[in-house]
């Protein structure tokens, strides 16, 4: 039976449901130290030193600063700009500054909090809106990451001017597992890095040039989410623990507390966009000016490459002769912003498909009837002249206006002792989401993945790991798939890169598409190795085995090929962006409380075309975890930030996340529209859930009582002032 | 605050079995200070309003092991029970080695998480009268549908005869350092008001900013589901 | 001392009296799959039973564990036999990054014991103590309420 489609149990699944499974904080090697962190309490700073409480015992504690950095004090990801330890400057609140082991946790926090950090304050930029070319200097001379423009047509004014401004804040990846590390010595003076991780080869190459060094090896543990925010910040954790245990030459663990994880870790970038569209009095987009200033924290991170994202969506799925999209991406100092799902486009596609409602509005069009008039459609150019094929937006719109035709069958949750009263309505919103990453990003990074024979069994060795996403189930799926095995003859080795190739960093949502494709080529070639030893030219795989004449294991290793077929030019940003397109549609239904502007979700309904569903249960998780997600970003999810730029709402009981009452009941269809270039059509899906729901859930609250809204998060407070200003007028 | 003594401030009182137990007594009920919200939520012959008050307390985790008592000696602001205790004009017995007390919940909270328990008291029982005939309303509001702190929260009690309120009870939490009544409110319901009674809101109360929500927000929210409550049974 | 029934069996640890449960049961009992997302009674990863009721080992002194019957993940399964809630987990997908995974079994047989065939609201309700920021929570109701006897 083909394996490719089937809902196969997750691998994971038993250890999991037991317990059993080992999650960082499970593992504990003998002689561990217990590691914490020193950090900045103020934006912008000289950083003076640091100060040790002399009536502390500190007889036992380890501590450690930027002066005991063997090499280089950096923790290297694009740039160069991110110190391990700050270093005579601080740039912004929470930034570390000394680290201290002790032979437990409570007695690491003990002596933190009796190191006094010593600083002089400095003026702070914390607004991203007068951060570009500011005189206080926080990176290069501008503050500026990276500035992107993009054009395509002339300009026009023939036409109705819609103009609008959107505003959307930070957001927290809420991994329920809080970041954590362990740092081993090894026999030959190097070391291993055990954590919870998404990229184990980000943190070799991001803490080699500190070291002086590249004797060090990173494993995956059980990793209990990440969302993107295990992506880069774990090479910081990284590069903490192994700095302690170099100096104190036992195994140092670092389990960040939740408040210290909401305080110090990497969010999603706040954003300010602007969009002025002009359209005919019969509702056809004529033109399409937009543009993005994002705040990216203190330090560069990622920031290009979600800015990238961000703009490259910042069209919409609609067709449209002229586009012109500028974004820039500056520097505060924050606590830098860094990867998560979606990676610029939620943003983006808020903005849009709010912008989209107000087209509507404003020449009087149905909203749905003004989008399914614009769809881009087959042979459309996007922004960057790409010429779309297979384009699925008007079927995700057909499929889930269908679906959501079906009675809403479970009420909302009313809160106790509701005689409150409530207003219903129904949001539509339409997205897209480039799969992969931008521009031939691929071919840069030129994933590899090996299978191994080991008897009658295959092994797949990659560096992509499961984060919950499921790649430890999906891939023994494609590769049974591509060599007509059962897929319980198929496993993942451990995750460790001393073992396994460097496969690319699972981010983005192209590890099935992208890393799934070099694995199928990977075990192709590997059946392709025993034909050419067994001199048999059958495709039956046990036949193959049978005529072989010995059991010697047999490794091949498949790399990414670029076929040539992208046109992708960074220099002008034009042609082809990315290899190919998902595209989803969300309908919700809500009641908004009249009395306290809460939101109560009813039912959420998405259709999504995903390529090819490997494993149908695995992706739907994936499209109602990011529905959820969404949701929140949507009404609840706000990082409240004090004058310092320090958030203050650091504790799950502030920092407000949907629970089992929260959520609505989800429909969740799938759509099959292939990518050739992907396994079995494949493409990413991991991404597109949170671009969805927060647009839809705008539109549907507009619906409900009348009021626009054009800020993330829509909190009760911001729908019920809104509703106190229509009510007077 | 000073913080406790782990080994020798703290005393462990789960288990004292005269803290515990819902009765109804000839006058009305005695909750036991040790109750969990499970059980005053098990406990179907209280007034239905007070169980909706502790099916809202946390989820269910914190109602297994959160009590009466220590919802009420804590005293914070945002505690979801307090105000029903002020509408329902609930007694609180104390106990020391001199023997026991009883406060009457409107004397009992003297300032932020202050109260008028000397140290070596203990809160042993919470005694209320309710009648049957009123009307007992419980509203929070807290964002999110379980485990939330209240931004506010609202307890009342309605006394109608002859399709006229003849008394009148308002109390809010989360607004001020301790849970209050709103007094210009009740009067204005007796006056005869009705529904508008709720526009007297902001002399009643002055809410703060804080990282939950915002001044603004808390009196508008307040003003509205008091209205919505007396809409309710007073009409429009 | 304190003396208490773990997953059935009788357990002594010596520890300060405030000591919290998730660290006994973690660090000195070496049972980690309780576990610990947020410390503060929010998440409901540390979900244990106490005497059949779901509480979170992050807010319990071991103190009040004295006398009690406590069970968690680990006695969930008998032997190689997993519990039908664990395997409804499985099957519907419920289980993505695991980390909430132990919490809400649990939770879901602390329900299960006291209330089969829950309706959906309810088995909401039940679980509205424990976060997941995978799932969207959508199978996790479809694996409980089909494992506690109900049409999902
Ligand atoms: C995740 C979470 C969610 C929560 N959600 C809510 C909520 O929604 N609404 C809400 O109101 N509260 C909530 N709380 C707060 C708290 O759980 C409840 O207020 C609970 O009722 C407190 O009871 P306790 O027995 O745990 O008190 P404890 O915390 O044990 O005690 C509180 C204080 O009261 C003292 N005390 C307790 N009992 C007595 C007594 N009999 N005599 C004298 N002093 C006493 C204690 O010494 C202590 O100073 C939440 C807490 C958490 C952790
Ligand atoms: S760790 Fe106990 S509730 Fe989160
Ligand atoms: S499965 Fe990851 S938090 Fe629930």
């Known amino acids: ?475 023994p799926q494609i590769a049974a798939a591509a060599l007509g095995i059962g897929v319980s003859r198929v496993s993942n080795a451990p995750h460790d890169t001393a073992m396994v190739p460097d496969s690319g960093p699972t981010v983005a949502s192209p590890t099935c598409m992208v890393v799934g494709g070099v694995l199928r080529t990977a075990a192709l070639k590997l059946k392709a190795a025993l034909q050419a030893e067994t001199g048999l030219d059958t495709d039956d795989f046990d036949t193959l085995l049978d005529a072989r004449t010995h059991t010697m294991a047999l490794r091949v290793m498949a790399e990414y090929q670029d076929d040539g077929s992208m046109d992708w030019d960074d220099a002008t940003y034009s042609g082809d962006a990315y290899p190919c397109y998902g595209w989803a549609c969300s309908v919700v239904d809500l009641d908004v409380d009249l009395d306290t502007g809460e939101v109560l979700y009813r039912r959420y309904v998405s259709a999504t075309d995903v390529g090819k569903a490997i494993n149908p249960v695995i992706v739907e998780g994936q499209l109602e975890g990011g529905a959820i997600q969404g949701l929140g970003y949507a009404t609840c999810e706000e990082v409240v930030l004090d004058d310092q730029g320090r958030m203050i709402n650091d504790r799950l009981t502030n920092y407000i996340i949907p629970t089992t009452l929260d959520a609505p009941e989800m429909i969740t269809r799938i759509i099959e529209i292939p990518y050739s270039g992907g396994p079995f059509g494949a493409k990413g899906i991991g991404e597109i859930p949170m671009d969805g729901p927060a647009p839809a859930v705008a539109s549907a609250i507009e619906a409900a009582v009348g009021v626009v809204l054009n800020r993330l998060p829509m909190t009760p407070e911001r729908v019920l002032s809104a509703l106190e200003i229509k009510e007077r007028s | 605050m000073v913080k406790p003594n782990l080994l020798k401030d703290i005393i462990n009182i789960w288990g004292c079995t005269g803290l515990s137990g819902i009765d109804s007594t000839e006058y009305g009920f005695r909750i036991g200070a040790l109750s969990t919200w499970t059980e005053v939520r098990q406990a179907t012959a209280l007034p239905p309003a007070l169980i909706e008050c502790a099916a809202t307390v946390g989820a269910q985790q914190i109602q297994n092991r959160g009590t009466v008592g220590g919802n009420i000696v804590n005293g914070s602001p945002a505690g979801d029970s307090l105000p029903m205790w002020l509408v329902l004009d609930a007694e609180f017995e104390v106990a020391s080695t001199r023997g026991v007390r009883r406060i009457p919940a409107s004397e009992f909270w003297t300032g932020y998480r202050k109260n008028a328990m000397v140290d070596d008291e203990l809160l042993v029982a919470v005694h209320i009268q309710p009648k049957s005939t009123d009307i007992l309303h419980y509203r929070k509001v807290g964002t999110r549908m379980a485990q939330s702190i209240s931004k506010v929260v609202l307890g009342a009690r309605l006394r109608i005869a002859d399709g006229r309120p003849i008394e009148a009870r308002f109390a809010m939490g989360s607004i001020a350092a301790t849970p209050v009544r709103l007094p210009t409110v009740e009067a204005a319901v007796l006056a005869g008001e009705g529904a508008d009674a709720a526009t007297h809101m902001a002399q009643d109360i002055t809410p703060l900013d804080d990282i939950r929500s915002t001044s603004g927000y808390r009196l508008n929210v307040a003003t509205r589901v008091v209205r919505s409550f007396l809409e309710q049974y007073l009409g429009a | 001392m304190t003396q208490f029934s773990l997953n059935g069996h009788t357990t002594s640890v010596d520890a300060p009296p405030m000591t919290r449960l998730i660290d006994v049961l973690r660090e000195q009992l070496r049972l980690t799959g309780t576990k610990e997302g947020c410390g503060e009674g929010e998440c409901g990863a540390c979900t244990v039973l106490i005497d059949g009721l779901p509480v979170n080992a992050c807010m319990i002194p071991v103190v009040q564990a004295e006398g009690t019957q406590i069970l968690t993940v680990e006695g969930l399964a008998e032997d190689e036999r997993l519990h039908p809630i664990q395997t409804a987990f499985i099957n519907y997908g419920a289980a993505q990054c695991g980390i909430c995974t132990p919490g809400f079994v649990v939770a879901a047989k602390a329900l299960l014991d006291a209330q089969p065939n829950p309706s959906r609201t309810e088995v909401r309700e039940a679980l509205a103590g424990n976060l997941c920021r995978c799932t969207g929570y959508q199978k996790i109701i479809d694996a409980v309420v089909e494992a506690l006897g109900g049409q999902p």
């Open chain 1, 1 to 475: 039976m083909n394996p490719v489609g089937i809902d196969i149990p997750r691998a994971d699944g038993p250890s999991k449901v037991r317990g059993d499974a080992q999650y960082v904080d499970d593992i504990r090697p003998a002689g561990c130290l217990y590691g914490a962190t020193v950090r900045s309490p103020i934006a912008h700073g000289k950083l003076l030193g640091i100060q040790k409480d002399p009536d502390f015992d500190w007889s036992d504690i380890t501590v450690v600063t930027c002066l005991d950095i063997p090499a280089q004090n950096v923790v290297l990801l694009m740039t160069e700009d991110q110190p391990a330890l700050a270093d005579g400057v601080v740039r912004h609140v929470e930034e570390p500054v000394a680290l201290v082991a002790a032979s437990s946790p409570a007695r690491a926090r003990a002596a933190v909090a009796h190191i006094k950090v010593l600083v002089e304050a400095l003026p702070a930029v914390l607004d991203p809106l007068t951060a570009q070319n500011n005189p206080i200097q926080i990176f290069g001379t501008d503050n500026v990451f990276k500035q992107i423009s993009i054009h395509k047509g002339d300009k026009t004014d023939d036409g109705v001017i819609v103009e609008g401004t959107y505003t959307v804040g930070h957001q927290e990846q809420l991994y329920i597992e809080p970041q954590g590390m362990i740092a081993v010595p090894r026999a030959d003076d190097g070391l291993t890095l055990i954590g919870s991780m998404q990229c184990p080869f980000y943190i070799v190459k991001a803490i080699a040039p500190m070291l002086g060094h590249g004797r060090i090896n990173v494993i995956q543990a059980t990793t209990g989410g990440g969302f993107g925010g295990k992506e880069e910040y774990p090479s910081m954790l990284a590069a903490h623990c192994a700095l302690l245990s170099i100096k104190t030459g036992a195994p140092v663990k670092m389990i960040y507390q939740r408040d210290e994880d909401l305080r110090a870790t990497t969010k999603r970038h706040p954003s300010v966009i602007k969009i002025r569209s002009v359209v005919s009095p019969q509702g056809e987009l004529l033109q399409w000016d937009a543009e993005i200033i994002m705040d990216g924290g203190a330090y560069n991170t990622l920031t290009p490459v979600v800015l990238s994202r961000a703009l490259l969506h910042l069209c919409g799925p609609y067709r449209c002769p002229r586009q012109h999209l500028e974004g820039v991406a500056v520097a505060t100092h924050t606590p830098p912003n860094g990867a998560f799902r979606g990676f610029g486009a939620p943003q983006a596609m808020y903005a849009v498909e709010r912008h989209m409602d107000a087209i509507a509005r404003t020449i009087g069009m149905d909203p749905v009837a003004f989008r399914r008039l614009n769809l881009i459609r087959d042979g459309d150019t996007t922004p960057t002249g790409q010429a779309l094929v297979d384009t699925g937006a008007h079927l995700v719109l057909d499929v889930a206006l269908k679906a959501a035709e079906a009675e809403v069958k479970t009420p909302a949750i009313h809160p106790g002792g509701g005689v409150g009263r409530y207003a219903r309505g129904r949001g539509v919103a339409l997205v897209f989401h480039g799969c992969g990453f931008t521009g031939n990003g691929e071919a840069r990074i030129k994933g590899k993945v090996a299978v191994e024979l080991q008897d009658r069994c295959v092994q797949i060795l990659t560096a992509s790991t499961d984060i919950g996403q499921g790649v430890d189930t999906t891939f």
